[in-house]
């Protein structure tokens, strides 16, 4: 599978972005979805994630209320809606893909991830 994410740009806070991930490949739909992002100087983080066919998503404490992801099967693509935007939301998004669900999201960590698409930069300005 291959990854590529697209959407970021620059932004006000209060703002809103949506960021989407296009995916290559027959199988996208056999795969947990899940966003990270990295801020300048900090290590990459999760985000939020979503079922193979959306019924289920997890989100980090900092953008539940906020972000949303949701995905397309049939146009192999997964989105994350951004709304509400912080400073501290500046960073670069990456989506990534695996093939286990987890009920506890804290076991989707950078290492288990089976494929990544480039990051796309989002800057949130004060």
């Known amino acids: 599978v291959q990854l590529q994410a697209s959407g970021g740009g620059v932004v006000q806070a209060g703002g809103s972005l949506r960021l989407s991930c296009t995916a290559s490949?027959?199988?996208?739909?056999?795969?947990?979805m899940v966003w990270f992002r990295q801020a300048p100087e900090k290590e990459r983080e999760f985000v939020a994630a979503?079922?193979?066919?959306?019924?289920?998503?997890h989100y980090a404490e900092s953008v539940k209320g906020r972000f949303t992801i949701s995905r397309d099967n049939a146009k192999n693509i997964v989105y994350l809606q951004m709304t509400s935007l912080k400073p501290e939301d500046t960073a670069v998004y990456y989506c990534?893909?695996?093939?286990?669900?987890?009920?506890?999201?804290?076991?989707?960590?950078?290492?288990?991830?089976?494929?990544w698409g480039k990051g796309t930069l989002v800057t949130v300005s004060s």
């Open positions: 990534a893909a695996e093939g286990s669900w987890y009920s506890d999201s804290s076991y989707y960590q950078e290492d288990g991830m089976e494929y």
């Open positions: 490949g027959r199988t996208f739909s056999s795969y947990v």
């Open positions: 979503i079922r193979w066919s959306g019924d289920g998503t």
